[in-house]
């Protein structure tokens, strides 16, 4: 073979010992992180034995307006606020933000109705037929 372990004639006799499994070494290398070299880690991909993987971190550290109490901003236009308005700071308002949904529209009286029927009849164990087939042909049988 090319590792010249065994010897091939009439028989098949071992030259060496102890074998030493190099890709055992090297996948024991990047499962503890050690660093390979590129021949290396390209005949572990080739052999699909192991795969790159991207990591992102990110650090966070304390920035130019980091307060360790947070400011309490002035948020509604009041009579005293306007009255106070030098000593007082208010908050920046975002204009693109969407607004709380409106509660409205309602379901129609006789729909209300419709609906609790409905409900009882699903209680009781009836089941709501699909309403794309109210009639089914039976004379193609």
């Not at 074998?19 to 390209?42: C, M, Y």
């Not at 306007?82 to 933000?97: H, Q």
């Amino acid at each position: 073979g090319k590792n010249k372990w065994v010897e091939m004639g009439k028989k098949v006799s071992r030259k060496v010992q102890h074998v030493e499994d190099r890709v055992k070494n090297l996948l024991l290398q990047t499962q503890e992180g050690l660093e390979i070299d590129k021949e290396s880690l390209s005949s572990l991909k080739a052999r699909k034995l192991i795969e790159p993987k991207i990591w992102k971190g990110y650090s966070v550290k304390k920035g130019p307006k980091y307060a360790p109490k947070r400011k309490n901003f002035a948020t509604d236009l009041t009579v005293e606020n306007l009255k106070n308005w030098k000593e007082l700071e208010f908050k920046e308002y975002n204009f693109n933000a969407k607004g709380q949904p409106v509660d409205a529209g309602h379901l129609h009286p006789l729909l209300k109705v419709r609906k609790q029927f409905k409900d009882i009849f699903c209680q009781m164990g009836f089941e709501e037929m699909p309403t794309n087939n109210f009639v089914e042909s039976n004379f193609w049988n």
